[in-house]
């Protein structure tokens, strides 16, 4: 188990930028996918971006392609999700996930462990 905290939310104007971090606990964080979730007010929580443990390979939801990227510091425990050219529509509470040595999925359930949330809200 490996416990994870976001940072890095806040209110931005549309079309704004900021880099969600992800710090996770413990050791061995290199070992974990890690995805990125967000949830929105009435609305189910969704995939936005996961970056695999071996291969560092990356996936991202359709709605945010070619804005968000995330990326990954092993030697600092933490996960990274850059948002440029962001719009109302993400505006969520956006929840970071854990899972050990499997491969990037885009299933909540698939994931073991969860950060408490950082919210981010995009004014128009």
Same mark, same amino acid.
């Given at each position: 188990?490996v416990q994870l905290v976001e940072?890095? /939310?806040?209110?931005? *104007? +549309?079309? #704004?930028?900021? =880099?969600?971090?992800? &710090? @996770?606990? $413990? ?7 890690? /995805?990125?979730?967000? *949830? +929105?007010? #009435?609305?189910? =929580?969704?995939?936005? &971006? @996961?970056? $695999? ?7 991202? /939801? ?12 092993? &030697? ?49």
């Open positions: 188990q940072s890095g /939310g806040g209110l931005v *104007q +549309a079309g #704004g930028s900021l =880099r969600l971090s992800c &710090a @996770a606990s $413990g050791r061995a964080f290199s070992a974990y996918t890690v /995805g990125w979730f967000r *949830q +929105a007010p #009435g609305k189910e =929580r969704e995939f936005v &971006a @996961a970056i $695999g443990w071996s291969t560092g390979s990356t996936h991202y /939801g359709d709605s945010v392609k070619g804005r968000f990227t995330i990326s990954r510091d092993n &030697a600092k425990n933490t996960v990274y999700l850059q948002m440029i050219s962001l719009k109302p529509e993400d505006t969520a509470v956006y929840y970071c996930a854990a899972r050990k040595m499997r491969p990037l999925t885009t299933t909540l359930s698939t994931y073991d462990d969860w950060g408490q949330g950082t919210q981010v809200t995009v004014s128009s």
